[in-house]
């Protein structure tokens, strides 16, 4: 059996996200089902890989510990359910550090695409944002978006994306394993 990846972003898609930004594992809440919907696609045969901008490193509001911190609990609740992040790539970045990391860029896409030797035509990447939608685009994977966090902000302004949308990653989770 072919291994099969789906890319998803961190913030609105996994935990609630906040205007404030994500900056303790206090902070961090799983949306409900989310760790759930991570036992199913483990179950089905995926590999699940986060792919988030984490500016709030750039702009002072927490450290790479605290980040790694609240990765670590990510990975417990994930794990407390049956599901588990094969890898979490981030982008350290603020918005006018002009890297190629930080999403709608395609940096931290292709250097995973590079690091497991694939390409990404047919990976779904499941974000919230239009950022997402448009760094899935720009490297060839296929975009998925949901209402949680910025999912329906990012509806209202762009009404006509013609994309899989979904209620949250639990709902899009069991739609992608009705497709394999």
Not at 40 to 47: D, F, I, K, S
Not at 75 to 91: L, N, P, S, V
Not at 144 to 163: A, D, E, S, Y
């Amino acid at each position: 059996m072919a291994t099969h990846f789906i890319l998803l972003d961190r913030d609105g898609v996994l935990n609630e996200d906040s205007d404030a930004y994500i900056k303790s594992p206090d902070e961090w809440q799983p949306i409900p089902g989310s760790m759930e919907a991570l036992a199913l696609l483990n179950q089905a045969g995926y590999h699940v890989v986060v792919i988030t901008n984490q500016s709030g490193l750039a702009r002072g509001l927490f450290t790479n510990k605290t980040l790694n911190q609240i990765h670590a609990k990510m990975h417990r609740m994930a794990g407390e359910q049956g599901g588990y992040i094969e890898k979490i790539y981030y982008c350290p970045h603020g918005p006018d550090d002009g890297c190629n990391c930080r999403k709608p860029a395609v940096g931290l896409l292709l250097q995973f695409a590079r690091e497991y030797g694939l390409g990404l035509t047919d990976v779904p990447f499941v974000g919230d944002s239009i950022r997402d939608i448009e760094a899935a685009l720009n490297a060839g994977a296929s975009p998925i978006l949901v209402r949680t966090g910025k999912g329906q902000k990012t509806l209202q302004q762009h009404p006509n994306l013609n994309i899989p949308i979904f209620d949250n990653l639990y709902d899009a989770a069991k739609n992608i394993i009705s497709r394999q």
